[in-house]
């Protein structure tokens, strides 16, 4: 398959995506099979990028650098949702089970930008810098739900296409979305089995989605009463992260999906 690009460059971006929150580690023969790059060259690539400091070595092979946290920092702090976001996650943890998620959109993808729990976080899948479809989760959902639905498809053809998962019922996530923005929220269980989120989109200065968050947990404790609860503040403070990127706009540059 012919390569689009400066062919060295998307060897070694390859290369830094074959590893993700669940694969940590990687040996030089994992990197070659999950990029389809001969062994030699992905070691080759892998020895550039530790001199660089985007890879280091360890026990099981290579793990991202310290230069990746670095420049991943950078766009944190230019985003600006999370100092929007400073000191409003808090208020919205209800019981030691459940937790806050704050997820960024970005071309169809949500980045999650901060999970708050407590000390003993349940076994979920949204770890800080990770990313999932938005489609698939609360956080995503809720943003994508003030998206038109064309663009909507777009970006869930290309996430599946790059992630190799199947295609939603297009139908029924309209369906779902067209509630999600009515309501104000959307109560997902599509990320992860015997899990619920219940999220609200965060908006910029011109409607467009920039992110969400989301209150999520074990789906035996979301009774009706506390869906309620959690939609209330969820709403609440999406809101209020949404005015201050409006507002302060020259100091927050939130780029929309």
Same mark, same amino acid.
């Given at each position: 398959?012919? &390569?689009?690009?400066?062919?060295?460059?998307?060897?070694?971006?390859?290369?830094?995506?074959?590893?993700?929150?669940?694969?940590?580690?990687?040996?030089?023969?994992?990197?070659?099979?999950?990029?389809?790059?001969?062994?030699?060259?992905?070691?080759?690539?892998?020895?550039?990028?530790?001199?660089?400091?985007?890879?280091?070595?360890?026990?099981?092979?290579?793990?991202?650098?310290?230069?990746?946290? &670095?420049?991943?920092?950078?766009?944190?702090?230019?985003?600006? #949702?999370?100092?929007?976001?400073?000191? #409003?996650?808090?208020?919205?943890?209800?019981?030691?089970?459940?937790?806050?998620?704050?997820?960024?959109?970005?071309?169809?993808?949500?980045?999650?930008?901060?999970?708050?729990?407590?000390?003993?976080?349940?076994?979920?899948?949204?770890?800080?810098?990770?990313?999932?479809?938005?489609?698939?989760?609360?956080?995503?959902?809720?943003? #994508?739900?003030?998206?038109?639905?064309?663009?909507?498809?777009?970006?869930?053809?290309?996430?599946?296409?790059?992630?190799?998962?199947?295609?939603?019922?297009?139908?029924?996530?309209?369906? &779902?979305?067209?509630?999600?923005?009515?309501?104000?929220?959307?109560?997902?269980?599509?990320?992860?089995?015997?899990?619920?989120?219940?999220?609200?989109?965060?908006?910029?200065?011109?409607?467009?989605?920039?992110?969400?968050?989301?209150?999520?947990?074990?789906?035996?404790?979301?009774?009706?009463?506390?869906?309620?609860?959690?939609?209330?503040?969820?709403?609440?403070?999406?809101?209020?992260?949404?005015?201050?990127?409006?507002?302060?706009?020259? #100091?927050?540059?939130?780029?929309?999906?």
């Amino acid at each position: 398959m012919a &390569e689009s690009g400066v062919v060295p460059v998307v060897k070694a971006i390859r290369v830094l995506r074959a590893f993700t929150p669940a694969v940590a580690a990687l040996s030089v023969r994992q990197i070659a099979a999950r990029t389809g790059i001969p062994r030699s060259t992905a070691h080759a690539l892998c020895q550039t990028l530790v001199t660089e400091g985007m890879l280091e070595t360890c026990e099981d092979g290579y793990q991202l650098g310290p230069l990746v946290l &670095e420049l991943g920092g950078q766009v944190i702090e230019r985003t600006g #949702l999370v100092r929007a976001a400073e000191g #409003l996650l808090e208020r919205l943890r209800r019981a030691p089970e459940q937790e806050v998620h704050l997820g960024q959109l970005t071309q169809g993808w949500v980045v999650y930008l901060n999970r708050n729990g407590n000390e003993r976080k349940l076994p979920m899948h949204n770890s800080v810098g990770q990313r999932a479809p938005a489609h698939l989760t609360g956080c995503g959902k809720a943003a #994508l739900s003030w998206l038109p639905h064309e663009e909507v498809v777009a970006h869930v053809e290309r996430c599946c296409a790059e992630t190799s998962v199947a295609m939603p019922d297009l139908e029924r996530l309209r369906d &779902e979305l067209a509630k999600a923005r009515q309501d104000g929220y959307v109560v997902s269980q599509s990320f992860q089995a015997k899990r619920i989120s219940v999220a609200a989109a965060i908006l910029d200065a011109s409607s467009r989605p920039v992110g969400g968050v989301s209150l999520a947990g074990p789906d035996g404790m979301f009774c009706s009463a506390v869906i309620a609860s959690s939609r209330a503040a969820v709403t609440e403070v999406a809101g209020v992260i949404s005015s201050r990127i409006i507002n302060g706009s020259r #100091l927050w540059a939130v780029r929309p999906a």
